[in-house]
């Protein structure tokens, strides 16, 4: 009868763990984002994250580039008025590292971006026809973060981050015969509304 006694609570502290660790791995594994700082560079960009496991997850992000307004808040311009703003592609990707919990706290990461400024440069031919360059300043930039999640409840939640790397940079201007090519560090920070799935 002891045997049997022991073998029993052997067996249901067999289950009674397993069922305690499947709920700790369960937590989120959709996360649908949207970060807020980088529109003041002219980025709007929504991001999806998908969780692999307890301690790996990858990111996505794909929309479009407008005007880098803090450059031309920072930087005087002498352009003419015939620079029209065009779209331009963006992207991200990157992996993402939790020491603790699945999806929580604290994060780190490694991160790849693109940006494609594009303007239109018109003016007018010698037979009289508008003529349209596109100059373009484009922008790949790797770079490690850490981060932080604040969850306001189980479905809403603040994605914080600082990012450090370094831009390549590939401009090209109708005076230019050729893109000019440069490369400088990189600070950014992340404020993400993030809902979980």
Do not use: W
């Not at 660790?21 to 998908?50: C, N, R, S, T, W």
């Amino acid at each position: 009868m002891r045997i049997q006694l022991y073998l029993f609570l052997c067996v249901a502290s067999l289950f009674i763990g397993g069922s305690l660790h499947a709920q700790k791995a369960k937590g989120p594994k959709h996360l649908i984002k949207f970060d807020a700082a980088p529109i003041f560079v002219g980025e709007f960009m929504p991001y999806y994250e998908y969780i692999f496991n307890s301690k790996i997850s990858a990111e996505i992000g794909v929309g479009f580039v407008t005007e880098n307004y803090l450059m031309d808040f920072v930087q005087e311009t002498n352009y003419a008025q015939s620079r029209i703003q065009k779209k331009g592609p963006a992207f991200s990707l990157s992996a993402r590292y939790y020491p603790y919990r699945k999806g929580d706290l604290i994060y780190c990461s490694a991160a790849i971006k693109y940006r494609r400024y594009r303007e239109a440069y018109e003016q007018y031919s010698a037979d009289g026809n508008l003529e349209e360059d596109i100059e373009y300043n484009q922008r790949i930039i790797p770079r490690i973060g850490l981060g932080y999640h604040f969850y306001f409840d189980q479905h809403f939640l603040l994605d914080v981050s600082a990012n450090l790397g370094l831009a390549f940079e590939k401009e090209f201007q109708v005076v230019s015969s050729a893109a000019i090519s440069n490369y400088f560090l990189h600070f950014g920070l992340g404020f993400k509304l993030v809902y979980v799935l």
